[in-house]
């Protein structure tokens, strides 16, 4: 049996759910990558596309080679 979530959230509304602080406490919402791949429901299948909140902090860490990252 497949895994099924639920994010059934419209995107106007989850985006301010995931607001958040920045460093001079200023209120943020979160920049979407592709927002029209995002539809809500209450039966996600496992190959439909689920927000996902990252920090950009942590993917520029990530992503620098190995080399370069200390």
Known sequence: MCGRTSCHLPLEALTRACAYRDRQGRQQLPEWRDPDR?????????????????????????????ALAN
């Open 38 to 66: 995002y539809y809500p429901s209450y039966n996600k299948s496992p190959r439909s596309s689920t927000p996902v909140l990252l920090s950009r902090r942590h993917l520029e860490k990530v992503s620098a080679p190995p």
